[in-house]
C-alpha cells in the first residue's frame, strides 16, 4: 500500500537559514511525486514534482528511490517561505490520485 | 478560469442531518477528487470521479458518505446522518483529461462543523 510520512509536524528555521522538510513513501511501483504548499489563507497549491526536475521558488527536491525519500530544500529561507508543505504520492496507473502526508508546518524567523 | 470552486466555505450541522458539499472545477475538466482533513491530520483521499462514474471510492466511509459528479452541474460530496467525527475540511480537487498524471488543482475547502 502506498504511504506518505513526513516526520517532522513542525520546523522552525530561521530566515536565511537552510531548510530541510522530509518526506518518505512507500510504494511498490514507480511513484510520481509532489510537493503541495498552503500559505495562509490560501488554497494548496502544487510547489514542484519530481519529474519536471526544476527549482520553484529556490526549492528543489530530488526522488532518492534507494532511500525512499523525497526531501524538500532551500539553501536559505525567507520570511514568505512560512506555510504548511504537503509532500504527496501520485502511483495508481494512469489515475491521478494523489496520497498526502501529514504536512510540516514551516516558520521562518525573521 | 476562476478555479476550483467549492460552497459552502462554512457548513454547521447538528447531528443526524444531511450535509452537501459542493465543487465546480475549472472549466475543462473532468477529473474531480474528494479529500478530508481531520485536525491534526493530512489530507486523506476519498473518491476519484469523473463525469457520471466514480473510479475510484477506496477512501470513502462505507456508510453515509456519497459522492457524484453529474454531466451537468457541480460535484457532490454527500454525508447523511451526520456525526461530530465528521467535523473536518473537505477538499476538492480536479484536474483535466488524458492519460498521465497531471496537476490537480485545490479548491478553497469546506469546512463541516457538527454540532
Known amino acids: 500500500a502506498q504511504r506518505v510520512t513526513q516526520p517532522e509536524k513542525l520546523l522552525s528555521v530561521f530566515k536565511g537559514a537552510p531548510v530541510e522538510l522530509k518526506c518518505n513513501y512507500s510504494?511498490?511501483?514507480?511513484?510520481?511525486l509532489f510537493w503541495y504548499v498552503q500559505y495562509s489563507r490560501q488554497r494548496l497549491q502544487l510547489l514542484l514534482r519530481h519529474i519536471s526536475r526544476e527549482s520553484i521558488k529556490g526549492f528543489t527536491a530530488d526522488l532518492n528511490k534507494g532511500e525512499t525519500s523525497f526531501h524538500l530544500k532551500k539553501p536559505f529561507a525567507q520570511e514568505e517561505d512560512s506555510a504548511m508543505y504537503y509532500c504527496?504520492?501520485?502511483?495508481?496507473?494512469?489515475?491521478?490520485?494523489?496520497?498526502f502526508g501529514t504536512g510540516t508546518r514551516l516558520t521562518v524567523i525573521p | 478560469n476562476a478555479g476550483v470552486m467549492q460552497n459552502p466555505r462554512h457548513l454547521v450541522r447538528r447531528r443526524g442531518q444531511e450535509a452537501r458539499l459542493r465543487c465546480s472545477p475549472m472549466?475543462?475538466?473532468?477529473?474531480v477528487y474528494w479529500y478530508r482533513q481531520l485536525p491534526e491530520e493530512g489530507l486523506k483521499f476519498m473518491v476519484y470521479l469523473q463525469k457520471e462514474n466514480i473510479i475510484d471510492e477506496s477512501g470513502m466511509p462505507k456508510e453515509r458518505f456519497s459522492a457524484e459528479f453529474p454531466k451537468e452541474g457541480p460535484s457532490i460530496l454527500r454525508i447523511q446522518q451526520v456525526v461530530r467525527g465528521d467535523s473536518a475540511a473537505y477538499f476538492c480537487a480536479s484536474s483535466p483529461p488524458g492519460q498521465g498524471r497531471t496537476e490537480a488543482f485545490f479548491g478553497q475547502g469546506t469546512r463541516l462543523t457538527v454540532v
Open positions: 510504494y511498490s511501483g514507480s511513484p510520481e
Open positions: 504527496a504520492l501520485s502511483g495508481i496507473g494512469g489515475a491521478n490520485n494523489l496520497f
Open positions: 472549466k475543462g475538466h473532468s477529473h
